[in-house]
């Protein structure tokens, strides 16, 4: 993504007039890829089901993502036309940073929305197991529904999660592994957004802090390996490791102190 946005804007004589060209397509591709996972993997859990007699789902899916993508560039556009080429003698592309700090919008949109449809998962799949062995009467399925409540507290509390420590790691992310402008910013945010649903949509629990971690690292490597900030990248490397250990060691603890507190 970022190799393309400096090959078909940055590089090029007119980077503003090319900004305000391709951006939209940009816009389209976020407004596609949310639309078909929303229509693929997310409406059957509210009992909706979109069907054009195309066959296939995902053949159904294509013409109305394809709609949706280019109404969210149309809007994307209308946005653009406000903003006016103001030169700077100590940017060239300041300009053009502006409009992609339009882009930035939809593409952190689009994070939002794969930031939901995967850590909420991975946060509430286990209380949704726990509740339907409850109802059952103790007996374990093999797959456990979704009651809305438990969707409504994930939620709640990813937003409270962000807003009381979730700063620190958007601080890290967001200025300590490289420099990032809303270009690179959007060649980031895409890119992890785009790898967080698919592996939504394939059930794949992934952690979206490792993947746009992965993104930021992405867009340092395509500019040197001397615009990273390798103490910081090595410090979270170190963290993942201790991490998994550290998880796993606490649920064996709290397992063994919640059965002896409750079993008879």
Same mark, same amino acid.
């Given at each position: 993504l970022l190799m393309s946005v400096k090959t078909l804007i940055l590089d090029t004589d007119d980077p503003f007039r090319r900004a305000k060209r391709f951006i939209p397509i940009y816009m389209w591709?976020?407004?596609?890829?949310?639309?078909?996972?929303?229509?693929?993997? /997310?409406?059957?859990?509210? /009992?909706l089901d979109v069907d054009l007699g195309l066959g296939s789902k995902f053949a159904n899916a294509i013409p109305i993502s394809f709609a949706i993508g280019l109404v969210v560039a149309v809007f994307g556009a209308y946005?653009?036309?406000?903003?006016?080429?103001e030169p700077d003698e100590d940017n060239r592309f300041?300009?053009?940073?502006?409009?992609?700090?339009?882009?930035?919008?939809?593409?952190?949109?689009?994070?939002?929305?794969?930031?939901?449809?995967n850590d909420v998962a991975?946060?509430?799949?286990?209380?949704?197991?726990i509740v339907s062995t409850v109802e059952s009467g103790g007996e374990i399925a093999?797959?456990?529904?979704?009651?809305?409540?438990i969707l409504l507290i994930g939620g709640?509390?990813?937003?409270?999660?962000?807003?009381?420590?979730?700063?620190?790691?958007?601080?890290?992310?967001?200025?300590?592994?490289?420099?990032?402008?809303?270009?690179?910013?959007?060649?980031?945010?895409?890119?992890?957004a785009s790898t967080v649903v698919v592996?939504?949509?394939?059930?794949?629990?992934?952690?979206?802090?490792?993947?746009?971690? /992965?993104?930021?690292?992405?867009?340092?490597?395509a500019r040197g390996i001397a615009a990273l900030n390798l103490r910081v990248i090595g410090n979270i490397f170190l963290s993942w490791i201790i991490t998994l250990p550290a998880g796993a060691g606490l649920a064996i603890l709290f397992f063994f102190l919640f059965k002896g507190i409750f079993s008879p």
């Open positions: 591709m976020v407004g596609f890829m949310i639309s078909m996972v929303t229509l693929l993997k /997310g409406l059957k859990h509210i /009992g946005l653009l036309r406000g903003i006016k080429e300041y300009s053009v940073e502006r409009v992609f700090a339009v882009l930035m919008v939809f593409t952190a949109c689009s994070m939002a929305f794969a930031h939901g449809s991975n946060a509430v799949g286990p209380l949704a197991a093999a797959k456990s529904a979704m009651p809305w409540w709640i509390g990813i937003v409270v999660g962000l807003a009381t420590y979730g700063w620190r790691v958007i601080r890290t992310v967001g200025t300590k592994i490289t420099e990032l402008t809303p270009s690179r910013g959007f060649a980031a945010e895409l890119g992890a592996a939504s949509a394939t059930g794949l629990p992934i952690s979206t802090t490792h993947t746009l971690v /992965g993104a930021v690292l992405g867009v340092g490597f």
